[in-house]
């Protein structure tokens, strides 16, 4: 069975700074995808990032940016130039390609602190 | 384009009481799913649906029941509430197929049992 690690339960970082978000994960397969989400107080899912595992580059949104490390099953998440719009809960998930389910698998979680 | 969306926000029960939480989405998808989110510990899916008329379990489903009549909506109900079962629900939605895998999630409903 698949399982995500988000080993940091909570983060903080000064406006203006940049932070990492660490996310492991196991898995045997070789087709899958990587999602960072974030929940801010409103509780609301937001899709912040996605990388398919058959992609070499690593994938870019804006300020946000991940490193993925296929071999070492790795997934981190960079914010730059952090905003204090970005404190929030921040989950790392996986979902299993093929195209049979859209299950995601969710570690638990990373409260992020943005201070002024 | 509503997007996914939840009712009741919030809700208390007490504990046997029965309710039917509400999902529906307007944006003609095939899957659909609920999670539920407790502290440290992330979301976990309760029930997932690839299509109308055909439903599976997830991680949780002990204590929960979902039925998918139409493509829009996927109720999930709680016949005997527990106060195991408060919780955050979230249902989301996403057209199957590698290619189109984002999940739209709904509001959430923040559910007490007392």
Same mark, same amino acid.
């Given at each position: 069975a698949q399982t995500v690690t988000q080993s940091q339960p909570e983060m903080s970082v000064q406006e203006a700074e940049t932070v990492t978000l660490s996310c492991t994960y196991d898995t045997s397969e070789s087709d899958y995808y990587l999602f960072w989400y974030k929940q801010p107080p409103s509780r609301q899912m %937001? *899709?912040? %990032? =996605? !990388? $398919? &595992?058959?992609? +070499? !580059? @690593? &994938?870019? $949104? @804006? =300020? #946000? /940016?991940?490193? #993925? +490390?296929? &071999? &070492?099953? /790795? #997934? /981190? *998440?960079k914010i730059s130039d952090s905003q204090l719009g970005d404190a929030a809960m921040y989950f790392c998930a996986y979902r299993s390609g093929g195209g049979a389910t859209n299950k995601l698998i969710f570690g638990t979680g990373t409260l992020l602190a943005v201070q002024p | 384009n509503a997007g996914v969306t939840q009712t009741p926000k919030f809700q208390v029960l007490k504990t046997g009481q029965s309710m039917t939480l509400q999902c529906a989405q307007d944006m003609n998808h095939e899957y659909m799913s609920w999670y539920r989110q407790d502290p440290g510990m992330g979301l976990r899916l309760i029930h997932y649906s690839v299509g109308a008329g055909i439903t599976d379990q997830g991680e949780v489903p002990n204590g929960y029941n979902v039925s998918r009549s139409t493509t829009e909506d996927f109720p999930l109900r709680l016949l005997s509430a527990a106060p195991s079962q408060t919780s955050v629900y979230f249902c989301a939605s996403a057209l199957m197929g590698a290619s189109t895998d984002t999940q739209y999630f709904g509001p959430g409903t923040r559910l007490t049992v007392l």
């Amino acid at each position: 069975a698949q399982t995500v690690t988000q080993s940091q339960p909570e983060m903080s970082v000064q406006e203006a700074e940049t932070v990492t978000l660490s996310c492991t994960y196991d898995t045997s397969e070789s087709d899958y995808y990587l999602f960072w989400y974030k929940q801010p107080p409103s509780r609301q899912m %937001i *899709l912040v %990032i =996605r !990388q $398919e &595992a058959y992609k +070499q !580059q @690593n &994938a870019t $949104e @804006n =300020r #946000f /940016s991940v490193n #993925f +490390q296929k &071999a &070492a099953k /790795s #997934f /981190s *998440l960079k914010i730059s130039d952090s905003q204090l719009g970005d404190a929030a809960m921040y989950f790392c998930a996986y979902r299993s390609g093929g195209g049979a389910t859209n299950k995601l698998i969710f570690g638990t979680g990373t409260l992020l602190a943005v201070q002024p | 384009n509503a997007g996914v969306t939840q009712t009741p926000k919030f809700q208390v029960l007490k504990t046997g009481q029965s309710m039917t939480l509400q999902c529906a989405q307007d944006m003609n998808h095939e899957y659909m799913s609920w999670y539920r989110q407790d502290p440290g510990m992330g979301l976990r899916l309760i029930h997932y649906s690839v299509g109308a008329g055909i439903t599976d379990q997830g991680e949780v489903p002990n204590g929960y029941n979902v039925s998918r009549s139409t493509t829009e909506d996927f109720p999930l109900r709680l016949l005997s509430a527990a106060p195991s079962q408060t919780s955050v629900y979230f249902c989301a939605s996403a057209l199957m197929g590698a290619s189109t895998d984002t999940q739209y999630f709904g509001p959430g409903t923040r559910l007490t049992v007392l």
